[in-house]
């Protein structure tokens, strides 16, 4: 089965910390994506990045910064040098054809985090 | 681009009463799903469509029924709503390809209230 698990459910950290939001993943299939989602207070879901199975390599886009570990099936998600800007909630999720079809997702909980000034 | 659309922004309805959440999008996807997100539980698929004409169930789909007539517009239908449907909605759409996925586009979200 499918499964994505976000064990933090709410962090808070004070501007310009460096916080690492964790995502772990699980699936039978050796070809699947794993996806990292923002919902501001706003309410929208903001895509931030796609990563597939074949693709061990991590990535880095300005503050934000992804670490993919297949061995430990995670694939956290790190910003540096917080800002209030960055409050938001975090989904992690996990695309894989163990369900049916390869588009769906299978989200996290959710982390909230909440960057004080 | 006005990428994925949802109406209406909020809606609130009796129990028993029965609507329709429109969704739209001129991205020309193939992939469409709809999600509802409850508090502490993530988003949850209820229904998705890999192109017009087919469609099929997700994680949580009583109570709900789509279609597909067009590759822009997949409606959601409440039959008879009830307490247990009250949840915010989201529309989404990606490409599609045999065996990949790809970044879904989510609508704005649509806030549902049955009382």
């Known amino acids: 089965a499918q499964k994505v698990t976000q064990a933090q459910t709410e962090i808070s950290v004070v501007e310009k910390e460096d916080v690492t939001l964790d995502c772990v993943y699980e699936?039978?299939?050796?070809?699947?994506?794993l996806f990292w989602y923002k919902q501001p207070p706003s309410g929208e879901l903001v895509f931030l990045i796609r990563?597939?199975?074949?693709?061990?390599q991590n990535e880095i886009s300005g503050r934000y910064s992804w670490n993919f570990q297949k061995s430990t099936s995670s694939f956290n998600f790190t910003i540096t040098a917080s800002q209030v800007v960055d409050s938001a909630v975090y989904f992690c999720?996990?695309?894989?054809?163990?369900?049916?079809?390869?588009?769906?997702?299978?989200f996290g909980k959710g982390t909230k985090l909440s960057v004080k000034p | 681009n006005a990428g994925v659309t949802q109406t209406p922004k909020f809606q609130v309805l009796k129990t028993g009463q029965s609507m329709t959440l429109q969704c739209a999008q001129d991205?020309?996807?193939?992939?469409m799903s709809w999600y509802r997100q409850d508090p502490g539980m993530g988003l949850r698929l209820i229904h998705y469509s890999v192109g017009a004409g087919i469609t099929d169930q997700g994680e949580v789909p009583n109570g709900y029924n789509v279609s597909r007539s067009t590759t822009e517009d997949f409606p959601l239908r409440l039959l008879s709503a009830a307490p247990s449907q009250t949840s915010v909605y989201f529309c989404?759409?990606?490409?599609?390809?045999?065996?990949?996925?790809?970044?879904?586009?989510f609508g704005p979200g649509t806030r549902l209230t049955v009382t």
């Open positions: 699936t039978r299939d050796t070809t699947y994506y």
């Open positions: 999720a996990l695309s894989a054809n163990e369900g049916g079809s390869q588009g769906n997702l299978i």
């Open positions: 990563r597939n199975s074949f693709d061990e």
């Open positions: 991205m020309n996807h193939e992939y």
């Open positions: 989404a759409s990606s490409y599609s390809s045999s065996g990949r996925s790809y970044e879904q586009y």
